[in-house]
C-alpha cells in the first residue's frame, strides 16, 4: 500500500467539489478528524449542523378572545447553510385558561405562515396545541398543562426565518396563563411556576 503524506488538499478549481470515487471508502485512522473552519462547512446527511433555543422562565398572562397573538420569549431566528437541509422545530409550552368554559390553543408559525396544525374542518380552529380548563373538587386553579410538539420543516431556502409560537383563546375573552396557574397564590405547594421553550436544529439534507 503506498502513501502519500500531504498537509493539504484542494479542489481543480476554485468553488469545485472533491470528490470520493462511488463504492470508495474515505478512512481516517484513530485520533484523526476532519475540521472544517465554518459552521456547517462539515456534515454528513442527517447530521445536526446548528441549534437555537430560546427559553421563557418568566410568566405572562393576556386576553387573546378568537384571535391569535404572538408569546414574548418563544421565538427564534435560524438562516439555514443550504435550501436543502430541514429544521427540526421542538416545543415545549405550559400554559392554561382561566375559566370552566374556556380553552387555550397554541400554534407553530414559520415567518407568517402557520405549520404544524390540522387539517381545516370545517369552522374547528386549526391549532398546534389546546388545553381545556379543568376542575378536580374545585382544584381546576391549580393546573398547569404542559403541550410539547416536534415537526421537521423543509423550508427550501437560505434566508433568515423566524420560529415562534402563538397562543389563542376562545370568543369568552379567555385568558391565557404561560408558566403559572390561573391562581398563581404564593403557597408552597399548590401554585407552580414552569418555564416554556423552542428549539430549532439545522438537519443537513
Known sequence: MSIINVNEIGPISLGSTVTVTAGSTLRLPTGSKVVGTDIGSVYAPGSVI??????????YATSFGA???????????????????????LLDVKFIGDTDTSVSRIRLVRNSTEIYIGDAAGSRPRSS??????????????NVLASGGIYLDSPATTSTLTYKVQGGGDSNSTIFY???????????????????SITVMEISG
Open 129 to 142: 396545541g389546546a388545553q381545556n380548563y379543568t376542575t378536580s373538587g374545585g382544584s381546576g386553579g391549580f
Open 50 to 59: 446548528q441549534v437555537v433555543q430560546s427559553v421563557k422562565a418568566d410568566t
Open 178 to 196: 404561560l408558566n403559572r396557574t390561573e391562581g398563581d397564590r404564593d403557597t408552597s405547594y399548590y401554585d407552580t411556576r414552569t418555564a416554556s
Open 67 to 89: 384571535v391569535w397573538g404572538d408569546l414574548p420569549g418563544l421565538s427564534v431566528n435560524i438562516t439555514p447553510r443550504s435550501s436543502s437541509n430541514k429544521i427540526l422545530v
